[in-house]
C-alpha cells in the first residue's frame, strides 16, 4: 500500500475544490494507493505567532491539530495538496497550516544545520488548485508559496493540476474533462509513488 495523505484547503467543504480533489482520491484509491483524507477546516488551528519555542528543538509551543497533520504527513510517501485561489495565493485555511510549518524550517535548517540548497526527497506531492479568473499569472504566487513549502518536508512537487474560470457552487461538475483528468492524476499519482 501507498501511504497518501490528501489535504483538503478550501473554506468550502462540496466546492470546486473538492469535487476535483475528490476525483484525484478515488484515482489514487483505484490504483491501489491508502489515501487519508484532512479538511482543514474542520480542525482547530492557530496562527503561527512567532513565539520562537521551536528554535529549542523544532517543535512548535502551541499545542493544537497542528500536530497530528504535521506527523500523518511526515509519515507519508506522497501528499496531495488542494486550494483555491484567494488573492494569486492560497487559502488562509492552508496558509495558516503552512505558517506553522515554520517550525519544520526551524528544525531542518537551524536545529539540524541542513546546508541550504541540498535537496533529499522522501515523498512526492501533487497540488491542485482552482481560480476563478482567467488571468495568465493566476496561479504564480500559489506555485512559488508550495515549493517553499514542500521543502520542509523534503517533498518534490510531482504534478500540478490548475484550472481557471471556476467559481460557483457545481462549476466543476460542468467540466467532466476536468474531472477525468483529475482522476487520471490521482491514479498515475499513486503509480509513480509505488515505482519509487
Not at 483505484?30 to 512567532?50: M, N
Not at 544545520?113 to 496561479?139: I, M, Q
Not at 460542468?174 to 509513488?193: C, M, N, V
Amino acid at each position: 500500500m501507498t501511504d497518501i495523505v490528501a489535504i483538503y484547503g478550501s473554506p468550502r467543504r462540496k466546492g470546486n475544490t473538492a469535487a476535483l480533489l475528490e476525483q484525484v482520491v478515488a484515482g489514487a484509491r483505484d490504483a491501489g494507493g491508502q489515501v487519508e483524507e484532512i479538511v482543514l477546516r474542520d480542525h482547530k488551528i492557530s496562527p503561527c505567532l512567532e513565539i520562537y519555542k521551536c528554535k529549542a528543538a523544532g517543535e512548535c509551543a502551541i499545542k493544537d491539530d497542528f500536530q497530528s497533520i504535521r506527523d500523518r504527513m511526515l509519515a507519508a510517501d506522497g501528499l496531495m495538496i488542494a486550494s483555491p485561489i484567494f488573492f494569486y495565493t492560497v487559502s488562509a485555511h492552508l496558509k495558516t497550516f503552512m505558517d506553522r510549518c515554520q517550525s519544520l524550517w526551524v528544525k531542518k535548517y537551524w536545529v539540524d544545520e541542513t546546508p541550504f540548497g541540498r535537496k533529499t526527497f522522501r515523498r512526492k506531492a501533487l497540488f491542485l488548485s482552482v481560480g476563478a479568473t482567467h488571468g495568465k499569472r493566476l496561479f504564480d504566487g500559489s506555485l512559488l508559496t508550495m515549493k517553499y513549502f514542500l521543502d520542509v518536508f523534503d517533498a518534490e512537487l510531482e504534478d500540478t493540476l490548475l484550472y481557471r474560470g471556476l467559481d460557483a457552487h457545481g462549476d466543476a461538475r460542468k467540466h467532466p474533462d476536468y474531472l477525468a483528468e483529475a482522476r487520471k492524476a490521482g491514479s498515475r499519482f499513486a503509480q509513480t509513488l509505488k515505482t519509487n
